[in-house]
C-alpha cells in the first residue's frame, strides 16, 4: 500500500523549532511533488508549502516564508518542513501529501485536490 508517513511534531516553546519529516512507505518519494498542510482545531485545512523533485519549485506560503523551509533528502525517501520561530498560532494538525503528476515539474500547487495521497499526520503545539 503506497503512503506517506509524518513525523516530528511535538510540544516546544514559542520561538523554537522543529523539523517535521514526510517518507515515503512503498513509493518512491523522489518521484513526487509534496505539499504540507496544517488543521488547526475548528479551522480549515490550509497549505504551508511544497516542491516537486525541481528545487526551484519550492514555495511557501506569505505567512510562513521567513520562518519556514520545504527540503528534500533523495538518500532518506523524505521530505522536511523545518519551522523556525514557532508561534502559538502554528499549533495545529501537520499533513504531508504526496503528487504524482507534478513530480516532475517546476511548480507545484497548494490545491489540496490535486495531491492523492496524504498521511494521517503529526501534531506540534506551541506553547509555554
Known amino acids: 500500500q503506497l503512503q506517506v508517513v509524518e513525523s516530528g511534531g511535538g510540544l516546544v516553546q514559542p520561538g523554537g523549532s522543529l523539523r517535521l519529516s514526510c517518507v515515503g512507505d512503498g513509493l518512491n518519494l523522489n518521484t513526487y511533488a509534496v505539499g504540507w498542510f496544517r488543521q488547526a482545531p475548528g479551522l480549515e485545512r490550509e497549505g504551508i508549502g511544497c516542491m516537486t523533485t525541481v528545487v526551484s519549485s519550492r514555495f511557501l506560503e506569505d505567512s510562513v516564508k521567513d520562518r519556514f523551509t520545504v527540503s528534500r533528502d533523495a538518500t532518506k525517501n523524505t521530505v522536511y518542513l523545518e519551522m523556525n520561530s514557532l508561534k502559538p498560532e502554528d499549533s495545529a494538525i501537520y499533513f504531508c501529501?504526496?503528487?504524482?503528476?507534478?513530480?516532475?515539474?517546476?511548480?507545484?500547487?497548494?490545491?489540496?485536490?490535486?495531491?492523492?495521497?496524504w498521511g494521517q499526520g503529526t501534531q506540534v503545539t506551541v506553547s509555554s
Open positions: 501529501a504526496a503528487d504524482a503528476f507534478r513530480g516532475f515539474q517546476s511548480h507545484c500547487t497548494m490545491n489540496e485536490r490535486e495531491y492523492r495521497l
